[in-house]
């Protein structure tokens, strides 16, 4: 069983930066396939960002450029850093574990981001 806690949420002006930080409990985090999602109010929930346990990483073009995934297995964390926000990225941010990309068997609560413009 793996938990995962985000932080690192909050408001920040449009073309600030803020860094999510997703801790892993457990033993088996550095061979997790890590994901964050985020959920507009009233939109759906959208993969953007991937990073397998080799350190490979994938990205939505919605946040290609401007959004960074990392991992660090000695802290069992994985890490958000966002640049450049836009008010379009207002959204509750979700880190996601799993064997595979698609295929995610444990998620965190979620942290708020909003972005004013």
């Known amino acids: 069983q793996v938990q995962l806690v985000e932080s690192g949420g909050g408001l920040v002006q449009a073309g600030g930066s803020l860094r999510l930080s997703c801790a892993a409990s457990?033993?088996?985090?550095?061979?997790?396939?890590m994901g964050w999602y985020r959920q507009p109010l009233g939109k759906q929930r959208e993969l953007f960002a991937t990073?397998?346990?080799?350190?490979?990483?994938a990205y939505a073009d919605s946040i290609k450029g401007r959004f960074t995934i990392s991992r660090d297995n000695a802290k069992d964390t994985v890490y958000l850093q966002m640049n450049s926000l836009k008010a379009e990225d207002t959204a509750v941010y979700y880190c996601?574990?799993?064997?595979?990309?698609?295929?995610?068997?444990?998620w965190g609560q979620g942290t708020q981001v909003t972005v004013s413009s």
């Open positions: 457990g033993s088996r985090f550095r061979i997790y396939t």
């Open positions: 990073i397998t346990s080799g350190g490979s990483t």
């Open positions: 996601s574990a799993g064997p595979f990309t698609g295929r995610w068997d444990y």
